[in-house]
T-cell receptor, first 108, second 115 residues
Framework: TQLLEQSPQFLSIQEGENLTVYCNSS?????LQWYRQEPGEGPVLLVT?????EVKKLKRLTFQFGDARKDSSLHITAAQPGDTGLYLC????????FGKGTRLHILP | NAGVMQNPRHLVRRRGQEARLRCSPM?????VYWYRQLPEEGLKFMVY????????ESGMPKERFSAEFPKEGPSILRIQQVVRGDSAAYFC?????????????FGQGTRLTVV
């Protein structure tokens, strides 16, 4: 069973559009992280959200942690081709547990 | 401050051979985590080690796989008698403390191909 479910698995949209990626779990985590992974590279941490209801912004990216600390979302405004990549959510306890990721492709 | 260093970046082994993957954590980090990633998949937890101790190996296959993090030197993930299904990218991450309190940093991975 997958502890963290990400949706959608694949997303292909036009440059300039907005999108939201979801990460859901039945378990509570001490924090939740979002990573981006480029082909042939390791994941790079984008953000950590800790408090239920917390919202963090990173330029055009907005991350939200659910009130119950079981789910999170990543919203990208005005997507650009440079946003293309694999986005992974991860729940943190004593170790980091990853979802399967959302593969995002932005068409120019 | 060098990041997490993994070597080799690419490793090709014939079925039945042994594969040794190395991970040098960031300076000052005493916690190491190993993950496996299959194509089009997320990262699957394998093992969590501190210096000279295995803390959590719940993700390790019961046979052929072992990991160590000695007092001196890099952490080693060892796969004996490799099979084609072992082909994957193996990532190592390190942190100064448990990830519940601190950030973990990932290496660039070792891509193992079993032929």
């Amino acid at each position: 069973t997958q502890l963290l479910e990400q949706s959608p698995q694949f997303l292909s949209i036009q440059e300039g559009e907005n999108l939201t990626v979801y990460c859901n779990s039945s378990s509570v985590f001490s924090s939740l992280q979002w990573y981006r992974q480029e082909p042939g590279e390791g994941p790079v941490l984008l953000v950590t959200v800790v408090t239920g209801g917390e919202v963090k912004k990173l330029k055009r990216l907005t991350f939200q942690f659910g009130d119950a600390r079981k789910d999170s979302s990543l919203h990208i405004t005005a997507a650009q081709p440079g946003d293309t990549g694999l986005y992974l959510c991860a729940g943190v306890r004593d170790k980091i547990i990853f979802g399967k990721g959302t593969r995002l492709h932005i068409l120019p | 401050n060098a990041g997490v260093m993994q070597n080799p970046r690419h490793l090709v082994r014939r079925r039945g051979q042994e594969a040794r993957l190395r991970c040098s954590p960031m300076k000052g980090h005493s916690h190491v985590y190993w993950y496996r990633q299959l194509p089009e998949e997320g990262l699957k937890f394998m093992v969590y080690l501190q210096k000279e101790n295995i803390i959590d190996e719940s993700g390790m296959p019961k046979e052929r796989f072992s990991a160590e993090f000695p007092k001196e030197g890099p952490s080693i993930l060892r796969i004996q008698q490799v099979v084609r299904g072992d082909s994957a990218a193996y990532f190592c991450a390190s942190s100064p403390g448990t990830t519940g309190n601190t950030e973990a940093f990932f290496g660039q991975g070792t891509r193992l191909t079993v032929v």
